[in-house]
């Protein structure tokens, strides 16, 4: 096992009615700016609930924050922040909403010319503001980790950041807020867990094993809930066990003393830049097609996965064979709860991707595990996922 620190400092208040103790959690002379996305909060009821914790705090509030935020409108939330002279940041919504107020927190206090700098690391973040968070969608393990991706249309950037001054205070993570979420949002979320802990487990051999599995286990818990997790009308104690996974899959406890891959997502996020898809689509495109064509490294750890996850006999099969094996397992799974692993179901083809293999070779450093997925590779990828 590798050395490692851990240290998360994330309050988590998780079940059913816990958005009331929002107005203990902050203090009550706190000037707070609720951000929140383009308004599902106030068709669920949990921006009511938001309000009514906190009816006796000083509340601003910035909307609007899309998904897969924009840095030009965190910047323009910086600068109502300033204008109200807000000194606590709640988010309210999903990763973009939680992920965009994390940047803006570190905007705010940034004092160098511009705060995309922060993005491109030709800058340090040095403080930030304080931030709490509602989440209601489960999926990017953001309410329990210190990473953010942000967005930038005018470039066509979408860069991945991660600080400790930005671990939330306290998440809070009520799974009837996720009532609303239609089959597709719910799906989709279900991939983007699974593939955080796949890139962290399905990579250098692990000599781990409790981290193994712990990794296991969500993977199974997902595996095992999807149909109660997708089921309408929600099934509350699925969704509770859909959201704690989410938040385990990506809160830095799996990925202790291990090596971790994060090339699925580095080429999904350019995927997203570019055409526009779902982050946890471009992950489903993206992740067979490059286990596919890193087979030879990835084989003993496939394999793994194939007896451990899938319950695949070891018995008269090859390694080789186990590794293909679950690479069409994780495919099924994913087609079976409609999230579609070919680029051509989104009317994409790999030649329309070329500027991403451009990027990732611009990217100074090469991914995976190994450092061996440059350009010529990402496009070679990307032509498996056609
Ligand atoms: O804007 P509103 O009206 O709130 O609608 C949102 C949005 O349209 C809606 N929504 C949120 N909660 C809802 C709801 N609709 C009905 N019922 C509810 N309870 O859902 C839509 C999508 O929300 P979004 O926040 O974009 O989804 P998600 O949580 O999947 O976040 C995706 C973003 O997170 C980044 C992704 O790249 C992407 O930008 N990631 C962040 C990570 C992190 N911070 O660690 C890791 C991930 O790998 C990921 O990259
Ligand atoms: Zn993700």
Redesign the pocket.
């Known amino acids: 096992m590798n050395n490692f620190t851990y240290h998360n400092p994330v309050r988590i208040e998780f079940g059913r009615g816990t958005i009331a103790r929002l107005g203990k959690l902050i203090a009550r002379d706190r000037k707070v700016v609720l951000i929140?996305?383009?308004?599902?909060?106030k068709s669920?009821n949990?921006y009511q609930q938001v309000t009514r914790a906190l009816e006796k705090h000083a509340v601003t509030e910035f909307s609007g924050?899309?998904?897969?935020?924009e840095y030009e409108t965190c910047l323009r939330a910086v600068a109502e922040i300033k204008k109200c002279k807000g000194d606590f940041l709640l988010a309210v919504?999903?990763?973009?909403?939680?992920?965009a107020t994390k940047f803006i927190a570190a905007a705010a206090h940034f004092t160098g010319a511009q705060p995309w700098d922060l993005m491109e690391h030709k800058a340090r973040i040095g403080s930030a503001m304080q931030l709490g968070c509602v989440i209601?969608?489960p999926?990017?393990?953001?309410e329990m980790?210190s990473?953010?991706?942000i967005s930038r249309r005018s470039t066509g950037q979408?860069l991945?950041l991660s600080s400790t001054r930005v671990y939330p205070q306290f998440s809070i993570l009520d799974p009837e807020?996720?009532f609303?979420?239609s089959e597709a949002?719910l799906s989709?979320?279900i991939v983007?867990a699974m593939v955080?802990v796949l890139e962290q487990y399905v990579s250098k051999e692990s000599k781990a094993a409790l981290q193994d599995r712990q990794a296991e286990a969500v993977l199974l818990t997902l595996i095992e809930r999807a149909s109660a997790i997708l089921a309408n009308p929600p099934d509350y104690d699925a969704r509770a066990d859909f959201m704690w996974c989410s938040t385990n899959a990506?809160n830095g406890l799996i990925s202790c003393g291990v090596s971790e891959d994060w090339s699925t997502?580095m080429i999904g996020?350019e995927l997203?830049a570019l055409h526009g898809m779902d982050?946890?689509r471009t992950l489903a495109v993206v992740l067979p097609a490059l286990w596919k064509h890193q087979i030879k490294v990835k084989t003993p750890r496939l394999a793994h996965y194939a007896k451990r996850v899938w319950g695949l006999d070891g018995e008269g099969r090859s390694e080789e064979e186990l590794a293909r094996m679950a690479i069409e397992k994780t495919e099924a799974f994913f087609e079976r709860i409609g999230v579609a692993t070919r680029l051509s179901r989104y009317n994409i083809t790999a030649g329309q991707c070329q500027s991403i293999a451009d990027r990732i070779d611009m990217l100074g450093f090469k991914l995976g595990e190994y450092g061996a997925i440059g350009g010529p590779e990402v496009k070679a990828i990307l032509k498996l996922a056609e």
Do not use: C, M, R, W
């Open positions: 929140y996305g383009k308004g599902s909060i669920n949990v924050v899309e998904s897969n935020p919504g999903g990763g973009s909403v939680l992920d209601t969608v999926a990017t393990g953001s980790n990473s953010f991706v979408k991945p807020t996720t609303t979420l949002q989709n979320g983007d955080h990506l997502h996020h997203t982050h946890g």
